[in-house]
């Protein structure tokens, strides 16, 4: 289901209650295996930076998915109004980021990491309530529904990072340096 793959893959930026994103895609170029004896791969992480109409494609289809009321539409667009602009917020941070990174030491790459992870925990925040609001606002029907989207997000997301890190040890296996005796 489309749904299903969309909204865990929205959530990185978007929902508190659901997992960091599935089907991410890599922010930077793809490491290249490393030759054997060499140092490992690079290990600069930047997260997953949704495009625009990702973002618009979720917020339609969490709104239809959840089954958004003409009288919580009130409640249903600021909380759509946060989720563009914490996106907006994520990629102007990504940007930033990976305009720096080539010429950033590993401290200022991890610092750098270190604030990109802590904007988005405080738009998370906003985000969670927002919704808290929305939440409130559902039906009994839609409660157990929300919750069980963001339950069911979070599995597939969990499966999907396991596959994908599974993929990607078998695709460029690493070999660590030996160590200095």
Same mark, same amino acid.
């Given at each position: 289901? #489309?749904?299903?793959?969309? $909204? ?5 930026? $978007?929902? %508190?209650?659901?997992? #960091?994103?599935?089907? %991410?895609? %890599? ?34 289809? $969490? ?10 539409? /009130? ?17 102007? /941070? ?13 401290? =200022? ?9 802590? =904007?988005?925990?405080?738009? #998370? ?23 069980? $989207? ?16 599974? =993929?990607?040890?078998?695709?460029? %296996?690493?070999?660590?340096? /030996?160590?200095?005796?």
């Amino acid at each position: 289901m #489309m749904f299903r793959r969309l $909204l865990p893959a929205a959530a990185f930026v $978007l929902l %508190p209650a659901m997992a #960091m994103a599935a089907d %991410p895609q %890599p922010a930077t170029a793809p490491a290249q295996a490393a030759p054997q004896g060499s140092a490992t791969t690079s290990l600069a992480h930047t997260p997953h930076d949704p495009a625009p109409e990702q973002v618009d494609a979720h917020i339609t289809a $969490l709104h239809d998915e959840l089954g958004i009321t003409k009288k919580q539409e /009130a409640l249903w667009t600021p909380f759509a109004q946060t989720m563009r602009d914490n996106a907006q917020r994520l990629h102007d /941070a990504i940007e930033s980021r990976r305009e720096k990174l080539a010429s950033m030491n590993a401290v =200022e790459n991890m610092q750098s990491y270190a604030e990109l992870t802590v =904007e988005r925990a405080h738009d #998370m925040q906003t985000l969670n309530s927002s919704f808290a609001t929305l939440y409130e606002s559902f039906s009994k029907k839609q409660r157990k529904h929300a919750d069980t $989207l963001f339950r069911e997000g979070d599995a597939e997301h969990a499966q999907h990072r396991q596959a994908q890190q599974g =993929e990607t040890a078998t695709a460029a %296996p690493a070999t660590a340096a /030996a160590p200095a005796q």
